[in-house]
């Protein structure tokens, strides 16, 4: 059973930055898949940024340019660096890691204002 724990969530004004972490209990390195998803009231979650075992990575159309994906393998942290955030950003952020089961985090809130 893996764990999954985000932090780094806060509140931060338009164009600015946050840095969001994902530790995980177990050995990163072991997930074939690790992403970023972000959730809405009322919307269904959608895929922000993602990570392959080949450090494939893939982002939404939304966030591309801005957003970047990363793992620390040493550090069993996965990583989200969130610049020129938008209002539109706004949202719960969840770490999702893929092995031979789905494991999700509890997600961390982000909240930009204009």
């Known amino acids: 059973q893996a764990q999954l724990v985000e932090s780094g969530g806060g509140l931060v004004q338009a164009g600015g930055s946050l840095r969001l972490s994902c530790a995980a209990s177990g050995i990163i390195s072991r997930f074939k898949y690790m992403g970023w998803y972000r959730q809405v009231p009322g919307k269904q979650r959608e895929m922000v940024a993602e990570?392959?075992?080949?450090?494939?990575?893939n982002y939404a159309d939304s966030v591309k340019g801005r957003f970047t994906i990363s793992r620390d393998n040493n550090k069993n942290t996965l990583y989200l660096e969130m610049n020129s955030l938008k209002p539109e950003d706004t949202g719960i952020y969840y770490c999702?890691?893929?092995?031979?089961?789905?494991?999700w985090g509890q997600g961390t809130q982000v909240t930009v204002s204009s």
């Open positions: 990570i392959s075992m080949g450090d494939s990575t």
């Open positions: 999702k890691a893929i092995n031979i089961f789905t494991f």
